[in-house]
Structure formats: C-alpha cells, structure tokens
C-alpha cells in the first residue's frame, strides 16, 4: 500500500508500517462490515464509491470519523485509490441537523395536534372530521362498503347558555363530548362539528346497526344534565351505502336535512336521509 | 371508547387475507413493512386466515401517531400487537415474528397468557451483542452503537448501506433491491428510534418464561445473528424447536418463502393434534 504523508500527519499511522497494512485494519469493525458489504461490491460495480462516512482505529486504538471516496485504479485492476479525510466538523454539523429535525418534528407534531383538535372538548375538530370523513367515503366507494354521517345537535341548547351562563353550558358540552366518546366503538369516529352540534363517522354498519347507533348515543345523551334536567339530542344521518357516488357535501347536506326534519317533528330523535327517501330513525 | 385516530385497525393498517380456521399473524422486522410477506403468503393463504399489519410509524400506518418515547423500547411495539389482537378478538393464534418481531411476540405471549398458540420465530435474536464466552450475539456493544451511527450517519443513502448486510451477499440482488427500497421508505427519524429498540434491547433474561411452543428459524450465514445464537436460544426456550436452514442472510423468507412456509404449515399442524 503506498500512503501520502497526510496518512501518517492525520491519521495517527506510522508511515513506514502502513505499507504493511491493509485497508481493512485500519477501520474499526462496524466500518469493516459496510466496506464489505457495501463499500466493495459498489466499487466492483461502479468503479467508485463517493462520501462514505466510515470510522479509523488508529494503532493507539483511537477512533477517528473520516469522510472515504474510493476509485478503481483507471489501470491497475488491483488497486483501488482511497482518500481519506478526517470528518469531526462535519459530524458535529450532522448532529446539529438531527437534533433541529427532531425541535421541528415535535413542533409539526404538536401543530398538527392543534390544528386538528377542539379545544373546548378534545375531540377532533371539524377540519379533521371532513378529512377523516373525506377518506372514509372514498375507501368505501372503491370497495363498496357503507358509511353513514351524522349530525348530533343538542336540543334548546340556547335555553342552558341564557339560564345558566356560558360556562354552564361548556360544562355541558364537555360531559356529553366525554361520555359520547366512551360510548362510541371500533369504526365510529366523533368530532365537535360546531357550537353545540357534534357529528360521527360510522363505517361498515347495516342500516339496523346504524339505527342501533343512534339508539346508544340518545341514551348517553339522556345521562347528561342541564343543570336542571337531562339534556336530549336530535341527530340526522346520511347514507352513502354501497359504493353510491354521493360525494361528501351530499352525503352531509342529507344529514344536515335530516336533522331540520328531526328538530321540525318535535327534537329528541333521529332521522336518516338516504337520497330522496326520509327514513324515520328512532 | 377511543373511537377515532387510535383505532388499532386504522393506526397499523391491519389487513386481513384467507379465511382458514387458524389464524396467523405477522409481524414485520426493523425497517420494513408488511409488504415483505408478499413472497411467503401464496404458500400460507389457502389454509390459513393470515393478519398482516405495519407497526406504528412504519409502511402503511398512521405516522402521526409514532411517539418516540412509546416507540424507544419494544414495550410500544408490543403495546401495538395487543391492541391489533385486542380489536380483531384475536386469541390462541399463530405469531410469525420476523427478526425483532420475534422476541416482540414472546414479550406478548408473556404479558397476555392465551393471545397466541405457539411462535413462529424467523432469524430471532434475543441480544445482538456478545458476552463471550456463554453468548455469541455477534457484536461487541461498542462495534453494533457504531454499526447504528455509521448506517445512520451516512443517511440518506443510509438503506443502501444496510440492505446488502441484512439480506447476505449471494442472494438473488433483486431481494437486496426490495430490502433497500423497504429501507429507504421509511422515515430515517423514525428508524433511528426503531434501530436502537431492535439491536441494543437485550432480551436473554425472558427466554426460559416463554409459555408457548416455539419454532426458531435459524439461517446458516447470517451477518446479525449467528448459528450460535439459535442453539443459545433453543437450550433457553421451554417447548421450542430449532431448525436451521443452510440460507444466506436474515431474511429467509423472502429469500426461501417455499421452505419457510412448509416448516411453519408443519409446525402449526403438529401442534393441532
């Protein structure tokens, strides 16, 4: 092996003995493993190999980061011509781009979270409803799987904010925004739509199981109290069974319908909309 | 409860193939996804209903909900397999575990008596570093801190570098091309956090607690876990069985799905009876 001064200058490898050494003894075991694997191959392919980020194991058994570039001698088949340089800045600068990425990962993170999330109840908002909802529909138009929308709006909510105060009536949202997640299962997704109106997302359910939905979520609303007497909800639920092409505006125009036509016929049930057919739900 | 983003089925992208009366679940190794049983599934999918799934933050899956504080030790990667089984009422099944996956899967069998039948253990390694002369994990702790920082400082070609180890030389380049691919898919953030839980975890100490029947698939030549590592293993386990296979690399099934797949139909079937 012939070496340039800088091997013995830098690198910690006496001059006179490098000629006796290979290549490969003067990496540590790790940086052996991708000279193998990678490093070799690569230059039996290609010729060269560019920017490999390997470490030295000097006599002294110190370890030095180098930068590796390798060529194929242009004429001699045997020889391959290393340059070596040592790499401590450029290491010190890839962790300074780690750790930046990470500061800016969390912070993506919690924005995300934020942008997505109510923060009156923690539920997700509308925002992320209409894209969960969005993707829900387009999975089951290409599969042919049933989803159903629904509008939950809580009934003379009004009369709670005028007699009690606003703060009465955030408690309330919050108690029926709790015990409606708990209530909900595998497949059903809920978000605050709004002021006082919720919505869900339900996915693969029969149109008796949808009515069985709303049944469960009448009762927890049932649960939760004004302060002065329970609260009840009206809900209207849009289909978009089978793969129909409604689109997600239609689909949430039949529920928002739906629900006119459950406040219209006396509040405190559930009407489900499916085109032009008006099914009374409970 | 907890009806939206974490659902378990959403979160994992939990797909679902065949209909058999036994159930098989599998589960995927560092840097890859559940993509890389596509070369064992035509041998298994007729007689068995087959789990396939993505861990939190890799494949298919919801990224957004890859934490890393949950995703530092296998305990989330374990967390993510119960609550796959929780939602899809999985118990007395077959766990397949390719490499970390393995001992992810006997940390499950532990923790929830009855979720799983028996394991599947593809190229296992319960420790990657070597307490010699008892243990022969392959690496010294300082050479494998490296092997990571190396791999991961040489981002972003840092899947090149680590597909030809993985898969073996000698094996057919368009299994190392797959392998890399799957490497290079995957969020090199995400990853570190992954490697870290996958080669510097040691999980020697609950070998002899395995509750159920294992079938360890050890390679010949394998640049991450040595023959020697099954054999440890094999003396450890109670009621496990060790074949070893004269492949090249950590990843026999996708480089011999056909053998892989006759030695887990055999395994699944001698434990029916």
Redesign the interface.
Known sequence: MFASHYVGTDLGFDAAQIIQTHIDDMF????G??IA??LR?ALAQTRRCDE????ILTPERH?IPVVVNARMHPRDEDCVCWTILRAEKR?KL?DALLRS??LL?KRA?RL?KLASTDELTG??NRREFLKRAGESLTFSAQNGTSVALVIADVDHFKRVNDTFGHDAGDDVLRELAHRL??????????ARYGGEEFSFCLEGLSLAAVRGFAQRMHQVASEVRAPDKPISISMGIGLHFDGTGKTLTQTLKEADDALYAAKQAGRNRTFILDGEKLITGT | MSPTASDPLYRNAVKVHGTGARTLMFAHGFGCNQTMWRHLIPFLQDSNRLVLFDYTGFGASDADQFDRDRYAGLDGYVRDVIDICGALDLRDVTFVGHSVSSMIGLLAAIERPGLFRNLVMICPSPSFVNELPEYPGGFEREDLEELIELVDRNAPDWATYLAPIVMGAGNDPALTSELRDSFAGTDPGRARVFARATFLSDCRNILPQSPVPALLLQSLQDNLAAPGVGAYMHKKMPQSRLETLDTIGHCMHMASPARVADLINGFVQSQEI
């Open positions: 540590t075991r790790a940086s493993l991708l694997e990678y191959p490999t980020v390997l470490t370890r290491h890839h990425h990470e990962e993170n995300r539920l997700f997640r708990h209530a909900c299962r595998a497949g059903e997704l809920l």
